[in-house]
């Protein structure tokens, strides 16, 4: 743990943070002293990473589909049982069905919606009436570059996460009077499972239009998460920080 853990007694929430950038922000969160509660459709072994990674951590994981209305306020009622509030929601869940426009199918549009977008609202809406009520929070949408700049064969997920940024500009405008914040970090090309799939040319190609001349890692992301959730960022909100090595510049 940091000399002064920037988070010291919060509670965070962070959706889909069994693995890849979600992993790195509850790590990043728990290395920082907070109390995390982290959803995911499966453990995945997670919680044992990060009790190995941070001994003591006081982190819980809740088995949620995210896209479930229902299971997503439970999960979120079982937490305000458990603790006095939430301080931080990450909406980080997200998922891709990428295609070009002519072949994609009207679920695998609705899918990635649901998942990266819809998400986030019931998320929100579970927490901005407690957290407007403590007159405090902090809430971080994980949106993407390709919400601002757009990307060939993925207009279901560039759609969705442009929505992030829109959605994110609106709660802020909603919640700002209240002491809460509202803010999107947008990763450029990060090191994911999904990246991994890559051949050594395609992450070549990528490298290429990275000013920065690499492929960022998930603790690129999780920085910036930490920075937005700590009192560092007290009078930052409706912002979006892009974490992209000058990719969208």
Same mark, same amino acid.
């Given at each position: 743990?940091?000399?002064?853990?920037?988070?010291?007694?919060?509670?965070?929430?962070?959706?889909?943070?069994?693995?890849?950038?979600?992993?790195?922000?509850?790590?990043?969160?728990?290395?920082?002293?907070?109390?995390?509660?982290?959803?995911?459709?499966?453990?995945?072994?997670?919680?044992?990473?990060?009790?190995?990674?941070?001994?003591?951590?006081?982190?819980?994981?809740?088995?949620?589909?995210?896209?479930?209305?229902?299971?997503?306020?439970?999960?979120?009622?079982?937490?305000?049982?458990?603790?006095?509030?939430?301080?931080?929601?990450?909406?980080?869940?997200?998922?891709?069905?990428?295609?070009?426009?002519?072949?994609?199918?009207?679920?695998?549009?609705?899918?990635?919606?649901?998942?990266?977008?819809?998400?986030?609202?019931?998320?929100?809406?579970? $927490? !901005?009436?407690?957290?407007?009520?403590?007159? %405090?929070?902090?809430?971080?949408? *994980? +949106?993407?570059?390709?919400?601002?700049? =757009?990307?060939?064969?993925?207009?279901?997920?560039?759609?969705?996460?442009?929505?992030?940024?829109?959605?994110?500009?609106?709660?802020?405008?909603?919640?700002?009077?209240?002491?809460?914040?509202?803010?999107?970090?947008?990763?450029?090309?990060?090191?994911?499972?999904?990246?991994?799939?890559?051949?050594?040319?395609?992450?070549?190609?990528?490298?290429?239009?990275?000013?920065?001349?690499?492929?960022?890692?998930?603790?690129? $992301? !999780?920085?910036?998460?930490?920075?937005?959730? %700590?009192?560092?960022?007290?009078? *930052? +909100?409706?912002?979006?920080?892009?974490? =992209?090595?000058?990719?969208?510049?």
């Amino acid at each position: 743990m940091l000399d002064k853990a920037l988070l010291q007694g919060k509670v965070a929430v962070v959706t889909g943070g069994s693995r890849g950038i979600g992993r790195a922000i509850v790590e990043q969160f728990l290395l920082n002293g907070a109390v995390v509660h982290y959803f995911s459709r499966t453990e995945g072994g997670s919680l044992e990473y990060f009790r190995n990674q941070v001994p003591g951590a006081d982190v819980t994981h809740h088995e949620v589909d995210v896209s479930n209305e229902e299971a997503l306020q439970a999960a979120f009622e079982e937490i305000f049982t458990l603790r006095e509030g939430i301080d931080i929601l990450v909406n980080n869940a997200g998922i891709t069905r990428d295609g070009l426009i002519m072949r994609m199918s009207l679920e695998d549009w609705e899918t990635v919606q649901t998942i990266n977008l819809t998400s986030a609202f019931l998320a929100s809406r579970a $927490v !901005a009436r407690h957290m407007i009520k403590r007159r %405090s929070g902090s809430i971080i949408n *994980i +949106t993407s570059v390709v919400g601002k700049i =757009g990307n060939a064969g993925q207009a279901n997920y560039a759609a969705s996460k442009a929505g992030l940024i829109g959605f994110t500009k609106s709660l802020a405008r909603e919640t700002a009077s209240r002491g809460v914040r509202v803010n999107a970090v947008a990763p450029g090309f990060i090191a994911t499972e999904m990246t991994e799939k890559l051949s050594p040319q395609q992450q070549e190609q990528l490298t290429e239009q990275i000013p920065l001349g690499r492929i960022g890692e998930a603790g690129d $992301v !999780a920085g910036a998460c930490l920075f937005l959730a %700590s009192d560092m960022a007290s009078y *930052i +909100t409706g912002e979006i920080l892009t974490v =992209g090595g000058g990719l969208a510049m």
